[in-house]
C-alpha cells in the first residue's frame, strides 16, 4: 500500500526524468540543427563576399540612395537613386529583381538609366544616378527586397531595406 509520501515521491521523479528527458532531446536537436545553420550562414556570406569583392576588384561602387515601388498597370514600376562611388564606371546589362520568393530579370531595353537627366549607358565614378523598370509584381510591395545589377564584368547587390 503506497502512501502519500511515496506518491509525491514517485511524482518528482517523474518530473524530474520528463524534464531530463527534454533536456537531451534540446541538446541533441541544438546539436544537430547548430552545424547546418553555421553551414547556410557560411556559404550565404560566401557568396555575397565574392559579389563584393568582384565589384572592388574591378573599381565598381555603386550604392543606393533611395528607392520607390509605384504599383502600375500591369505590375509595379520600381525606381532606384543610385550613387557611384568606384573609380570605374558601371554599364548595367541586366537587372535582377528578388522580391517575395519571385525572381525578375531584365535586360538591355528593359530598364532606363539616367544620369545628369539625360539618358545614360553607363554610371561614371562620382556621379549619381536614376534606375527606373517595370516588373510584372503586383500587390503590396515589401519593404525588403534585393536588387543584382549586372553589367562591366561584375554584380553589385543592393539590399533597399535588408
Not at 59 to 88: E, F, N, R
Request: hydrophobic letters at 40%; zero cysteines.
Amino acid at each position: 500500500m503506497r502512501t502519500h509520501l511515496s506518491r509525491g515521491r514517485a511524482a518528482i521523479s517523474e518530473m524530474l526524468s520528463a524534464i531530463i528527458l527534454i533536456a537531451i532531446v534540446l541538446v541533441v536537436f541544438a546539436a544537430v540543427v547548430y552545424p547546418l545553420y553555421l553551414r547556410y550562414q557560411a556559404a550565404s556570406q560566401s557568396a555575397a563576399g565574392a559579389v563584393s569583392r568582384s565589384a572592388q576588384s574591378t573599381g565598381v561602387g555603386i550604392s543606393l540612395t533611395y528607392w520607390t515601388a509605384t504599383p502600375v498597370s500591369g505590375g509595379t514600376q520600381v525606381t532606384l537613386y543610385l550613387y557611384s562611388y568606384g573609380t570605374s564606371q558601371f554599364s548595367p546589362t541586366e537587372v535582377v529583381t528578388y522580391v517575395s520568393g519571385n525572381t525578375y530579370t531584365l535586360g538591355g531595353g528593359q530598364f532606363q538609366l539616367t544620369v545628369n537627366g539625360g539618358t545614360a549607358g553607363a554610371i561614371p565614378p562620382g556621379t549619381p544616378a536614376v534606375l527606373t523598370y517595370t516588373v510584372p509584381y503586383t500587390g503590396a510591395w515589401p519593404s525588403s527586397f534585393s536588387v543584382t545589377l549586372i553589367g562591366s564584368g561584375t554584380a553589385v547587390t543592393l539590399t533597399p531595406g535588408g
